[in-house]
């Protein structure tokens, strides 16, 4: 079984920053992709950032030029700094990966609240 344990996540004022883990163990097949996603109250599921095994990454516009994705792939570790964040980036965010089988693996999520 693939266990995904996320971290970093809680409460933080608007401006503020929070810094996101995920550590993947288990029986995994190489790891082409992770990443992680969010889903506010009311929204369905939405990418936040992505990143490559050669280090190649993907963001959603909403968090361009404030988010930054990074991995260690020796420890199959994914990160996530958020700055300058904003009411609206209040979510779960789930840490996720994809191996070449390719096969999808979930973390169980970790809370953002972004509030005043």
């Known amino acids: 079984q693939v266990q995904l344990v996320e971290s970093g996540g809680g409460l933080v004022q608007p401006g503020g920053s929070l810094r996101l883990s995920c550590a993947a163990s288990?029986?995994?097949?190489?790891?082409?992709?992770m990443g992680w996603w969010r889903r506010a109250p009311g929204k369905q599921r939405e990418l936040v950032a992505t990143?490559?095994?050669?280090?190649?990454?993907n963001y959603a516009d909403s968090v361009w030029g404030r988010f930054t994705i990074s991995r260690d792939n020796a420890k199959n570790t994914v990160y996530l700094q958020m700055n300058s964040l904003k009411p609206e980036d209040t979510a779960v965010y789930y840490c996720?990966?994809?191996?070449?089988?390719?096969?999808?693996?979930w973390g169980q999520g970790t809370q953002v609240t972004v509030s005043s």
């Open positions: 996720g990966v994809i191996d070449d089988k390719p096969r999808a693996y």
């Open positions: 990143i490559t095994r050669t280090g190649c990454t």
């Open positions: 288990g029986s995994i097949f190489s790891i082409n992709v």
